[in-house]
C-alpha cells in the first residue's frame, strides 16, 4: 500500500488466485469417493438475503441513510432467509443440512466459533486502522504490527489441541475467551495510551484467545454428532463463521464511525480514540456473552457420538 493504491492489492492477489488455479489440476489429487450432487439454485439466490441485513446494517449508520429503501431491503431480505430455512428443512438433499442444530452442544459451538472469529477479524480490522489513523503509522508498519499476533496464534493452536485432550473443551474455551475479554478491555485504556507497543500485546491477547476457542468449539460440536452429519457440520460450520465474520466487520465499522462522529468536538484524534474505545467496549461484551455460553458445555473431555 505504500507504493500503489488499495486496488493494487487486489491486482496482486487476482495474480496469485489466477497461478493456484491453473496449479490445481497438477498439484491437487482425488484421495476421497466422488458423488453426483447438484447445487439448488433457489436455495443459492435465497442466501442472498443474508448478504442484505449486512448491507442494511452497514448502510444505517452512514451519513445520509434512505431509511424507506432499506427498511424494504430488511423486510425482503428477512424474508428470504425465513424461506431459505424453510427450504433446507423440506428439501432433499438440501444445500445446508441445518438439522445439524438439532444438537445443543453443536449450536452452542457454532456460536461459540463466530463469536471467536468476530474477535479475531474485528482484531484486523480495527488495529491497522487504529495503527495508521491514530498512530500514524504507514501501511507497511500497520502490517507488520499484525505479525505477532499471528505468530502468537500460530504458536499456540497446538497447545490448544493437548489442553483439549487433558482438560476437555469446556475450561479451554473459558480460558480463550477469558484472553478475549481482557485484550478487548484493555484496548480501551490502550487506545488513549497511543503506544504501538503496547496496542500490539493487546491484539496478541485477542488473537490467542481465539486459539483457545475456534479449534475446541468445532471439536465439541462434531464430536456430538452422528457421523454421517460431521460432513454437513463442516460446511454449516464454515458458513455461519462467514456470516458472523462478515457481521462484525459490519457492525464494527458501523460502530467506529457512529461514536467518531458524535465526539468530533474532541477534534480528529481524540474522536477516533473515544470511537475505537467504545468499539472495542461493545465487542468485550460480545466476548462476555461467549464466555457465558461456554460455561453452559458439559464438562470433561468431548465423546463420540456414534
Not at 5 to 16: E, K, M, P
Request: charged share 5%.
Amino acid at each position: 500500500m505504500n507504493f500503489t493504491s488499495w486496488r493494487g492489492l487486489f491486482v496482486l492477489f487476482l495474480v496469485v488466485m489466477a497461478i493456484v488455479l491453473l496449479l490445481t489440476p497438477w498439484a491437487i489429487k482425488n484421495v476421497v469417493g466422488q458423488s453426483p450432487s447438484t447445487i439448488d439454485g433457489l436455495s443459492v439466490a435465497l442466501g442472498l438475503g443474508f448478504i442484505g441485513v449486512l448491507y442494511v446494517l452497514t448502510e444505517s449508520v452512514s451519513a445520509h441513510p434512505q431509511w424507506p429503501l432499506l427498511a424494504g431491503l430488511l423486510v425482503a431480505s428477512i424474508i428470504a432467509i425465513a424461506w431459505f430455512i424453510y427450504r433446507q428443512l423440506h428439501r432433499d438433499p438440501p444445500l445446508l443440512n441445518l438439522r445439524v442444530f438439532t444438537s445443543r452442544i453443536y449450536t452452542k459451538s457454532v456460536f461459540l466459533t463466530g463469536i471467536s472469529y468476530v474477535a479475531l477479524i474485528v482484531t484486523t480490522i480495527l488495529m491497522p486502522l487504529y495503527y495508521q489513523n491514530v498512530l500514524g503509522t504507514s501501511a507497511l508498519v500497520s502490517g507488520l504490527a499484525m505479525v505477532p499476533a499471528a505468530v502468537v496464534l500460530a504458536l499456540l493452536n497446538p497447545i490448544s489441541g493437548h489442553l483439549l485432550d487433558r482438560m476437555g473443551g469446556k475450561w479451554v474455551i473459558l480460558i480463550g475467551q477469558g484472553l478475549i475479554i481482557v485484550g478487548m478491555t484493555a484496548m480501551i485504556w490502550a487506545a488513549s495510551q497511543q503506544l504501538l507497543v503496547l496496542s500490539i500485546i493487546m491484539a496478541a491477547f485477542i488473537e490467542s484467545g481465539n486459539a483457545f476457542v475456534m479449534m475446541p468449539s468445532v471439536t465439541m460440536g462434531a464430536n456430538d454428532l452422528p457421523e454421517a452429519l460431521v460432513a454437513h457440520a463442516t460446511a454449516v460450520t464454515t458458513t455461519a463463521r462467514q456470516l458472523f465474520g462478515s457481521a462484525g466487520v459490519a457492525i464494527a465499522t458501523a460502530l467506529l464511525t457512529l461514536f467518531t462522529n458524535q465526539n468530533l468536538q474532541h477534534g480528529p484524534i481524540g474522536s477516533q480514540i473515544i470511537g475505537f474505545q467504545y468499539t472495542f467496549a461493545i465487542f468485550a461484551l460480545v466476548g462476555i456473552i461467549g464466555a457465558l455460553i461456554a460455561l453452559t458445555l458439559p464438562a470433561g473431555p468431548a465423546k463420540k457420538t456414534a
